[in-house]
């Protein structure tokens, strides 16, 4: 049974999480007024896109959309992150990180290329309109694969609900405070989250912009991950 010698509130590699984190978003936001474009980089496009490029699958969970979004995901990945990190230690917390990432990458694009071959399917000039961003005004069905093809993807979420059922996986009966006042257990609240997360996916609410698939795909690929080091006797508890 692994023990760490020391607790730290910022162990190493959540630490420079949050700095690599931070530098992306300050270099998405001051760059952008010198006409250079971030997102179009480092953001997650379709395969269709002409903007996708491999990297994005890694470096769309260092991007975020606005403050907000920045400020609750790093506060989560410092919240529960640090303490997966001082009990695993850095190199299989950064593994669980990035697997969890690039998973629920994966998840998201699965689930997006379908939609996107369902709504194209004996529609190849649908598809072509939708690669350079314009649509048919008069068919509702091309708008929506226009939005989905050139809709890009960024945050770290993925990432961080894969942190989230391992803590809750780890520390079942931990309590967290939901709003600072209702205790939950951490088994029960990721659990709660889950359903959620995968009701709203079904929904597919068009005004929704969250991409609930990746948050389940990064809690799918820690479920996995955790399951093999569990069946390859690896203590890590």
Same mark, same amino acid.
């Given at each position: 049974?692994?023990?760490?010698?020391?607790?730290?509130?910022?162990?190493?590699?959540?630490?420079?999480?949050?700095?690599?984190? +931070?530098? %992306?978003?300050?270099?998405?936001?001051?760059?952008?007024?010198? &006409?250079?474009?971030?997102?179009?980089? =480092?953001?997650?496009?379709?395969?269709?896109?002409?903007?996708?490029?491999?990297?994005?699958?890694?470096?769309? =969970?260092?991007?975020?959309?606005?403050?907000?979004?920045?400020?609750?995901?790093?506060?989560?990945?410092?919240? =529960? +992150?640090?303490?997966?990190?001082?009990?695993?230690? *850095?190199?299989?917390?950064? /593994?669980?990180?990035?697997? /969890?990432?690039?998973?629920?990458?994966?998840?998201?694009?699965?689930?997006?290329?379908?939609?996107?071959?369902?709504?194209?399917? *004996?529609?190849?000039?649908?598809?072509?309109?939708?690669?350079?961003?314009?649509?048919?005004?008069?068919?509702?069905?091309?708008?929506?694969? /226009?939005?989905? !093809?050139? /809709?890009?993807?960024? &945050?770290?979420? *993925?990432?961080? =609900?894969?942190?989230?059922?391992?803590?809750?996986?780890?520390?079942?009966?931990?309590?967290?405070?939901?709003?600072?006042?209702?205790? !939950?257990?951490?088994?029960? %609240?990721?659990? #709660?989250?889950? #359903?959620?997360?995968?009701?709203? *996916?079904?929904?597919?609410?068009?005004?929704?912009?969250?991409?609930?698939?990746?948050?389940? &795909?990064?809690?799918?690929? &820690?479920?996995?991950?955790?399951?093999?080091?569990?069946?390859?006797?690896?203590?890590?508890?």
């Amino acid at each position: 049974m692994y023990r760490p010698s020391s607790f730290s509130q910022l162990p190493e590699i959540v630490k420079n999480l949050l700095i690599i984190n +931070g530098l %992306f978003f300050l270099a998405t936001i001051s760059l952008e007024s010198y &006409g250079i474009d971030f997102t179009k980089w =480092f953001a997650l496009h379709q395969f269709q896109s002409p903007d996708f490029m491999p990297h994005q699958l890694i470096t769309h =969970f260092f991007m975020h959309g606005n403050f907000t979004h920045l400020l609750f995901n790093m506060f989560a990945l410092w919240m =529960f +992150g640090k303490i997966l990190e001082n009990v695993w230690g *850095g190199k299989r917390f950064l /593994t669980y990180y990035m697997i /969890t990432g690039i998973g629920a990458a994966f998840v998201h694009l699965t689930v997006s290329q379908y939609q996107i071959i369902e709504l194209g399917n *004996g529609f190849p000039e649908l598809m072509e309109l939708a690669k350079n961003g314009r649509y048919n005004t008069g068919n509702v069905n091309s708008l929506k694969l /226009t939005q989905l !093809v050139t /809709t890009p993807t960024v &945050g770290a979420s *993925g990432a961080v =609900f894969g942190i989230l059922l391992a803590f809750g996986m780890l520390f079942p009966n931990t309590l967290l405070y939901i709003y600072f006042a209702i205790p !939950v257990k951490a088994k029960y %609240f990721v659990i #709660i989250y889950g #359903i959620m997360e995968l009701y709203a *996916g079904i929904s597919n609410n068009p005004a929704d912009n969250v991409a609930h698939f990746a948050h389940l &795909g990064g809690m799918l690929f &820690g479920f996995i991950l955790l399951k093999y080091w569990q069946k390859n006797n690896t203590q890590f508890y």
